[in-house]
């Protein structure tokens, strides 16, 4: 996979500005990276801190495969994200997680989200996927419904624009799978990073929540969760978190 990294000091965001040149005709393979953002978001709209000396980059991806299989690409990215961190902190190895469906945590504690949106075109097929990732280099929010730290507190400095190759190189290696192996050796590579597989986990839905234990992801990336009755229960959305 051949990139084309732009880099700015400011933008509004890197997803936003991913989208407007998809729309007039960029190639796959642009990345956009940017210093700081003055309007970054997250899942379900919500807003992402984008202080300078953090990763803020998107990627601009058009590969032919239907929409609902253009979802798992958040696995991809969350196990490209692990394995680029863990270039830059070969010491946290094992402290890397992934959590489902797609934040990568140090020790339980969220250091990178993952933002994906697409267009599709008239005829119901995928026109482009844009895949934004933001990654605590330098600082990590304060004030979070949630643990969050940052590289810097594990005693390692790097810059975005270093930091961002390494995750290049790993997305472009895992991309290549995809396309040309599906999502079973993604499923397999993140199960094998997956925070909590196997434990008891609360699933927190709008209207509920659901109590069992996490045992697997199913071959769209739906979390698997096995009640107390013995069933399992497919999970396509919500935030989880350990039990107890």
Not at 21 to 36: F, H, N, P, T
Not at 38 to 52: D, L, N, V
Not at 154 to 164: R, T
Request: aromatic fraction near 8%.
């Amino acid at each position: 996979m051949k990139w084309d990294l732009r880099t700015f000091d400011v933008l509004d965001s890197t997803n936003e500005e991913v989208r407007r040149q998809a729309e007039i005709g960029a190639a796959e393979g642009l990345a956009v990276l940017a210093r700081s953002q003055t309007a970054g978001r997250g899942r379900r709209g919500r807003a992402w801190e984008s202080p300078a000396g953090n990763l803020f980059i998107s990627l601009l991806l058009r590969p032919s495969v239907p929409p609902a299989q253009a979802a798992t690409l958040s696995f991809l990215t969350a196990v490209a994200l692990a394995e680029a961190l863990e270039l830059a902190a070969p010491q946290l190895g094992p402290a890397i997680t992934c959590k489902w469906p797609n934040d990568v945590l140090v020790n339980g504690a969220k250091i990178a989200g993952i933002l994906l949106e697409s267009r599709t075109r008239p005829d119901g097929e995928l026109d482009w996927v844009t895949v934004g990732i933001g990654v605590n280099l330098a600082r990590h929010p304060e004030q979070a419904p949630y643990p969050a730290t940052a590289l810097v507190a594990h005693g390692v400095q790097v810059m975005p624009e270093d930091f961002a190759p390494w995750l290049l190189a790993r997305y472009g290696y895992w991309y290549g799978r995809w396309r040309q192996e599906g999502f079973a050796p993604v499923r397999e590579a993140w199960l094998k990073k997956a925070q909590g597989l196997g434990l008891p986990a609360v699933v927190r839905l709008p209207d509920r929540e659901l109590h069992g234990r996490f045992v697997a992801l199913d071959d769209s990336g739906a979390l698997l969760l096995e009640m107390p009755d013995g069933r399992v229960q497919t999970v396509t959305a919500g935030d989880v978190f350990p039990a107890g």
